[in-house]
């Protein structure tokens, strides 16, 4: 029995389906043979009262509200039944998400528990040939769980290698060259003389971080968000700063050499000292840009004061 109303319930829009196709042709059989019994033809009563045959209204009189019935079911069961896939679909990602995040925080903790162990057993932070091979491991453990984690872990392990003195631009111990920190979150992180040349930082956090003397050469920043950030004599040279976000930040005296900064927004942003190229400041290399506005310009003028002093030189 129970396999039965679960057989109905699946086939219902099929059952019917065929009842009305049925229907139809018991009225169609009843017209066309003047079945009396059916009452679809003209026919007289046993009283001797004279009835008409059916008319088109009167079959959509008789039919009208199963219709709606039937329409209405069918129109709440696919609503119910998508409501529950897209209810079965949210818990399915937020049980993914929470066992994603737990994996994370479980990789997260193994690493630093060896970096740990590695630091205080192998003296990690002082290059010497005895503790080269650990070195190389810490290297390798770090690119390998960089790409495993999210933005927000990303920025701890950042946080973590920078304060324990491991990727100083002097004396760097682990090289991060090829690193994937995109979407790093770096907010209000302390990254002073970082050496974080030629990885990939496309959409970090960087918002009122400090950079001070760090080394970003040839490093992805598509994207990455500057916000107030000090990044005083930081080195940029061949950095893609393409739509990054530096508004407020202070970029005295840096280095953006060849730097791209197509469609960046450097609005308010202090270049006061800053090198842009190798012989000159030009505007050529700034007219790519999304927003001069209110810009410090390496002589120490605002950029509308600049630029009209540089039309009247030229």
Known sequence: MKALLHWVQRYWLLLLTLALVALGVLIFLGYWFNWDWAGVGNYTDPEGGFHRSKTLWDWLELLIIPLVLAGGGLWFSMTQKKTELEIAERERQVEREIAKDRQNQTILTAYFDKMTELLLDY???IKTEENAEE???ARARTLAVLRSLDGERKGQVLKFLCEAGLINREGCVILLIGADLRGAD???ALLEGAELRMTDLRKANFSIASLVDASLEATNLKEADFE???MAGVYLGEANLA???LAWANLAWANLEFANLEGANLENANLDNA???RATVDP???ITARTLKGTT???GTKYEDWMTKYKQAN
């Open 228 to 230: 107030g950030a000090d």
């Open 123 to 125: 003296n990690l932070r």
């Open 275 to 277: 090198v842009l190229t």
């Open 186 to 188: 770096l907010t209000d």
């Open 135 to 137: 070195r190389s491991i």
């Open 284 to 286: 050529e290399n700034l």
């Open 297 to 299: 310009m390496p002589d």
């Open 243 to 245: 739509q990054a976000n």
